[in-house]
């Protein structure tokens, strides 16, 4: 099983006002409340793919905390691990660019998802845990996230972390960065934006970083590249795959559907050590994951594809 940590949040996504119709004051257009947050869609993404998969978090019980769990088990998703809490749940508005990139603007104080605690040793069926966003910065979660990375990665679980910098709610960026590097010998797998790499590098390009991460105890850094399509690096091979093919309506959860098919490929294939993949593993795997997101940003808003829709989308 899957295990998927972090937050759980709304996504106030910008959608085009009615023909005829006005803005309000400001010129600022109806916003359309999506369920979303990293992790979330990690899980969900790779429930969608037929992998057994968990989430953990703290969710509220607020109505959108009640939406959240609905589309969680709509997915295949197990909510075992879900903890519920009257705290408000987390809100995310949207800004979208010329190009359909999402910027973000959180607001999370006193809200549900960072309140979450440990809950101590995972599951023995427990083979892989993700973690990341902002389940890895917000206190006090991020302090429990963090302890159960080191706990699981010292019995064996493939540990995986996406990062998904939002550096408008990281105070001390070299604090961070210390932090993130603390966390590498503990991860397997690696997967972060070209942005994201540039941002914890500080400046640094990724091909670079993602060498240095390597030497730091990392197995597999896979990096997501917008139209440059997605890259792996391990300390023995370099391999790169297109993205998938699809027409842009915005890239919410692109990222994340990369990381939750991977770890739904990995699991279908019972890989614990990602040292014993080869090159055409890997192509294959990330080949996977492509084709997944380019069904993600096909679509508003993070809402990835099932197993059915992928074996069917570009025949």
Known sequence: MIVVGGEALVDLVP????SGESTVDGGVGPLLPTLGGGPYNVALAAGRLGAATSFLCRISRDRF?????????ASGVDTAL?????????LAVVALDETGSAHYTFYTEGTADRLVTDPGPLPDEVTALSLGTLGMVLEPGASAYEAMLRRESARGVLTALDPNIRAMLIDDPAAYRARFASWLPDVRLLKLSDDDAGWLADGADADTAARTWLESGVDAVVLTRGAEGVSV???TLSVSVPPGR???ADTIGAGDTVQGALLAWLDKREVREL????????????????KAAGITVSRVGAEPPTAA???TYWT
């Open 309 to 311: 829709e992928l074996d």
């Open 275 to 290: 040292g014993s993949l080869g090159e055409s593993d890997w192509r294959e795997a990330l080949g996977y994951a492509a």
């Open 246 to 248: 699809a027409e842009v």
């Open 82 to 90: 879900v903890q519920r809490g009257d705290e408000p749940t987390t």
């Open 15 to 18: 959608v085009q006002a009615p």
């Open 233 to 235: 690096r391990t300390s």
């Open 65 to 73: 905390g009640e939406g959240l769990l609905d589309r969680l088990h």
